[in-house]
């Protein structure tokens, strides 16, 4: 059964209410389906109903990451 586990929530820069909701998710694809994080975006600040969220399997964190800090060494500020 699915089962949503949060982690943390994360104040999203440049807006007056918005989070990044960090969550751990059992099986998000119905029964046997491996567990993922899930990383969700709400500008309003409603973690339950986020504007956009992703879903990333734990197998690839360490690739995102690094892809992730590679854009910030590029391009961040």
């Known amino acids: ?18 989070i990044i909701s960090i969550s751990h998710i059992e099986e998000p ?5 491996k567990p ?3 990383i969700g975006i ?10 956009w969220k992703a879903h990333i399997p734990y197998e690839n964190i360490d690739d995102v990451i690094a892809a992730l800090q590679e854009a910030k060494e590029k391009f961040g500020n």
């Open 29 to 33: 694809y119905g029964e046997g389906s």
């Open 1 to 18: 059964m699915k089962k949503t586990i949060p982690v943390k929530s994360i104040p999203l820069a440049n807006t007056k209410e918005g």
């Open 42 to 51: 709400s500008l309003d600040g409603d973690e339950s109903k986020p504007d």
């Open 36 to 38: 993922v994080v899930s």
